[in-house]
């Protein structure tokens, strides 16, 4: 018999999420987190001078009209949240400045520009999975992007995605949050903050996952997902207090933790280091 009926790794917002829907749908859940608090990459910090510093606004950036707040539903929480950002003030020069006074483009370029919006707010599922495999910097290309005009959406999906360079962007994912913000919030992007900074999502969704009966480790790392043949059967935990040379060979101490079904939650750069991919091996 199995220790739990699942067991999710990262509490990052999607394993709180996941976690949290699992152990309402009757499963026994264990949620398994790495780092001393929960959160993954939406975190705040207090900052001498009593302000606070957060990281993570691309996941909730659409506010009470996007997804996070829908899953905040799901689990019995609701987040409370600032008005939507009209503008963004960026730093240069010892001055903030309306982001506005950085866009430079002609009356031609902003007509184009209005057409490109109208275009993508009628796009629909297969449109977007026809760009799914393809950069962000082709589907540029493919309109005819240069200029001015080019750098302004190159701006706008960093902000969605944080990743800079438009070649290395989904052009699916960039279209499919852009649409969704010109249907819901009329606008390319739309920005509200929660209340209490990122604390303000992550706090409540642990308290939904523990409310409902869920285990939290925090502390705890993932070593290596437990299979036997094609099944699952669990994961290998490091266990605390191992030599820190054996860890640094790689000879880690390990308690293996059992359930039928593992989430894992993690940054696709973290997955191979639990999952073995040399189809030598695995």
Avoid at 151 to 179: F, H, K
Wanted: one cysteine or more; aromatic letters at 10%; hydrophobic letters at 45%.
């Amino acid at each position: 018999m199995s220790d739990y009926d699942a067991i999710v790794v990262g509490a990052g917002i999607a394993g709180l999420g996941v976690a949290s829907q699992l152990q309402q749908a009757g499963k026994k859940t264990l949620l398994l987190e790495m780092y001393p608090r929960a959160g993954g990459r939406m975190q705040s910090y207090d900052m001498p001078g009593g302000y606070r510093t957060d990281i993570g606004l691309h996941m909730i950036e659409m506010g009470k009209k996007g997804y996070c707040h829908e899953l905040g539903a799901r689990v019995g929480k609701e987040f409370e949240w600032a008005g939507f950002s009209v503008t963004l003030d960026l730093y240069e020069d010892g001055a903030w400045h309306d982001m506005q006074t950085f866009i430079r483009l002609t009356d031609e370029e902003k007509a184009s520009f209005i057409e490109v919006m109208k275009k993508i707010a009628v796009m629909d599922e297969p449109d977007f999975k026809a760009w799914d495999n393809r950069s962000f910097g082709e589907w540029l290309d493919a309109g005819g992007m240069a200029g001015n005009l080019r750098e302004v959406w190159e701006n706008m999906s960093m902000i969605m995605t944080t990743i800079p360079d438009a070649g290395e962007q989904s052009a699916g994912e960039c279209l499919y949050i852009a649409r969704e913000a010109l249907v819901k919030g009329r606008a390319v992007l739309i920005a509200a903050y929660p209340r209490g900074g990122m604390w303000g999502v992550i706090g409540p969704l642990v308290e939904a996952f523990q409310e409902l009966g869920g285990e939290l480790r925090l502390g705890a790392r993932v070593e290596q997902v437990a299979c036997e043949g094609n099944r699952v059967v669990g994961v290998k935990v490091a266990r605390k207090g191992a030599s820190p040379i054996a860890k640094e060979w790689r000879f880690v101490s390990t308690d293996l933790v059992t359930a039928p079904l593992v989430v894992l939650a993690l940054p696709i750069w973290h997955l191979d280091k639990v999952l073995d991919f040399d189809r030598r091996y695995s």
